[in-house]
Nanobody, 121 residues
Framework: VQLQASGGGLVQAGGSLRLSCAAS????????MGWFRQAPGSERVLVAA????????YYADSVKGRFTISRDNGKNMVYLQMNSLKPEDTAVYYC???????????????WGQGTQVTVSS
């Protein structure tokens, strides 16, 4: 599975961005999908995940109520709607695919390149 993330940019605090992840090479229908982020000097962390059939989602505490993950298996796409953005959301965001449940960050199988999100105060 090849993954291509897009939609990052510069936004003021309180603003919104929608990240997209386009998959190719294989259907993502059988994969849990996740969005990770990595800030400078920090480890990459899982911020949101969605099960293969969209029946389950996970959000890190830091983004609950502000971010929404969704997927369209027919279009082979995954999205991350980010609202009420804060400067601490500034990071490179990555999408990834997991043949397992998607809740264990170290078990993701496929990774896309990152897209930079910068939130100014």
């Amino acid at each position: 599975v090849q993954l291509q993330a897009s939609g990052g940019g510069l936004v003021q605090a309180g603003g919104s961005l929608r990240l997209s992840c386009a998959a190719s090479g294989r259907s993502i229908g059988g994969y849990a999908m996740g969005w990770f982020r990595q800030a400078p000097g920090s480890e990459r962390v899982l911020v949101a995940a969605i099960s293969a059939n969209s029946g389950g989602t996970y959000y890190a505490d830091s983004v609950k109520g502000r971010f929404t993950i969704s997927r369209d298996n027919g279009k082979n796409m995954v999205y991350l709607q980010m609202n009420s953005l804060k400067p601490e959301d500034t990071a490179v965001y990555y999408c990834a695919a997991d043949s397992g449940p998607g809740v264990y960050p170290d078990q993701y199988d496929y990774w896309g390149q990152g897209t930079q999100v910068t939130v100014s105060s």
